[in-house]
């Protein structure tokens, strides 16, 4: 009952009044345990059926949260003289520079928050930057609330944790104890690994789902060395998932058939409502374009789609605008999905995020997975394929549903 009056609270502006009426329509409070669960399943079910709030186009322009300069640069003991961390150091000339023993001591719950404030003269909120190495395993099985596009062998693995960017309806947030940035610099054990697996069978890649990789490429350059490790290992595809605007690894890189650039994409008004500091639709489709031109693989991902106020008039002209300016006919495939996050994950996004609708919504608990009620979700695909099929084949939408997938998931 909680969950579903904050939610109330943030996306209704009636609220009161249908408080009010739920006290007389149910002759609240009820008599027992049994009427209360039951009165609580239909108030649960009517508040699940009011969309999320998008912000007005004039609220839109002055909400944009801006980005967090890095301000400070944890490095593990040894670690300064590393030739990535040199090249990484020399673009942030400002950067206090702490030594560390162990990322892990840096980044975790309350470390971050604490000790990167603002300095006298600095405005907004600083970022910590941590240079480390991983050690262990790196390539990790692809996780069940992620699409493997028919790969049998699908892997991802963390080379950065966290992102430029702060969508609010990230997973990161409820999965990470800080939101310092942390890049790992041996990428020389991820490819020691990979090519240990490669010996065995393809291995489809996904090096982009914890962070942004495109977007902090100009100062970590490592989608380069990447590119050159994919053309060397034709058995090997990566997937790069990215909202980022710049175009400047494509001027510069000769493509890989098996680098593959997804680019998510969302409508203008929930993009600005919800992936604060992101780059416009616009701007992200030029880039779609630009990796196109160059003969890079190009997949769309609708995902998540967010059940928000007038969703079809939005999403309908959003397709519209994305299948104008995008040949459909030349990209990869097409990835979506409504939103749906492990109920572990939620918990810590909620509790953070009080005042954010999307973290706040009564999601359905589905063995582990919050998600939407499958009429909703099934409701959204159909429209979706609809769309989508009048320019592309409907063997290259790659839908995730949950009621599939639920079942694998582990919390
Ligand atoms: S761009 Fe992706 S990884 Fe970055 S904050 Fe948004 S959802 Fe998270």
Same mark, same amino acid.
């Given at each position: 009952m909680r969950q579903a009056l904050s939610y109330l609270a943030l996306s209704d502006s009636h609220s009161d009044e249908r408080i009010t009426a739920w006290e007389r329509r149910y002759a609240l409070p009820c008599a027992d345990r049994r009427a209360g669960k039951e009165i609580l399943g239909r108030i649960e079910a009517e508040v699940r059926e009011i969309p999320l709030p998008l912000l007005s186009t004039s609220e839109q322009s002055q909400r944009g949260k801006s980005f967090r300069p890095v301000t400070r640069i944890q490095m593990e003991q040894g670690i300064s003289n590393h030739p990535r961390a040199k090249r990484i150091l020399s673009h $942030?000339?400002?950067?206090?520079?702490?030594?560390?023993?162990?990322?892990?001591?840096? $980044?975790?719950?309350?470390?971050?928050? !604490?000790? !990167?404030a603002p300095e006298a003269g600095e405005t907004g909120q600083g970022r910590t930057l941590i240079l480390a190495e991983k050690k262990g %395993?790196?390539?990790?099985?692809?996780?069940? *609330? @992620?699409? !493997? $596009?028919?790969? #049998?062998?699908?892997?991802?693995? !963390?080379?950065?944790?966290?992102c430029i960017y702060d969508c609010e309806y990230c997973f990161l947030k409820g999965m990470y104890p800080s939101d310092a940035l942390v890049v790992f610099l041996n990428l020389e054990d991820y490819f020691a690994e990979l090519e240990a697996l490669l010996k065995a069978h393809p291995v489809y890649l996904c090096l982009s789902y914890d962070t942004d990789l495109l977007a902090l490429e100009s100062w970590t350059s490592f989608l380069r060395e990447w590119n050159v490790f994919i053309k060397e290992h034709p058995a090997l595809s990566v997937e790069i998932r990215t909202k980022c605007a710049a175009t400047g690894f494509f001027e510069e890189q000769s493509p890989s058939e098996n680098l593959i650039f997804a680019y998510t994409l969302s409508p203008e008004p929930v993009a600005r409502t919800y992936e604060h500091s992101a780059p416009t639709l616009a701007s992200r489709m030029a880039a779609a374009n630009a990796a196109m031109k160059k003969?890079?693989? *190009?997949?769309?991902c609708f995902d998540p789609v967010l059940y928000c106020a007038d969703w079809k008039k939005i999403y309908g002209a959003f397709l519209d605008e994305v299948m104008e300016t995008l040949d459909l006919s030349c990209v990869k495939d097409v990835s979506a999905g409504v939103f749906r996050i492990s109920h572990g994950y939620l918990r810590q996004m909620r509790k953070?995020?009080?005042?954010?609708?999307?973290?706040?919504?009564p999601y359905r608990n589905e063995r582990? *997975?919050? @998600?939407?009620?499958?009429g909703l979700e099934e409701e959204?695909? #159909? $429209?979706? *394929?609809?769309?989508? %099929?009048?320019?592309?084949?409907?063997?290259?939408?790659?839908w995730w549903k949950s009621q599939e997938n639920c079942d694998k998931v582990e919390t």
């Open positions: $942030f000339p400002g950067a206090k520079i702490q030594e560390i023993r162990h990322y892990k001591d840096a $980044f975790r719950r309350g470390a971050d928050q !604490s000790d !990167s %395993t790196l390539l990790y099985p692809g996780a069940p *609330v @992620c699409q !493997s $596009f028919g790969n #049998r062998y699908f892997y991802y693995a !963390s080379q950065i944790m966290n003969g890079f693989p *190009v997949r769309l953070k995020a009080p005042e954010s609708a999307v973290a706040q919504y582990g *997975v919050a @998600c939407y009620d499958p959204i695909h #159909r $429209f979706f *394929v609809e769309k989508l %099929t009048k320019k592309i084949g409907n063997e290259k939408i790659f």
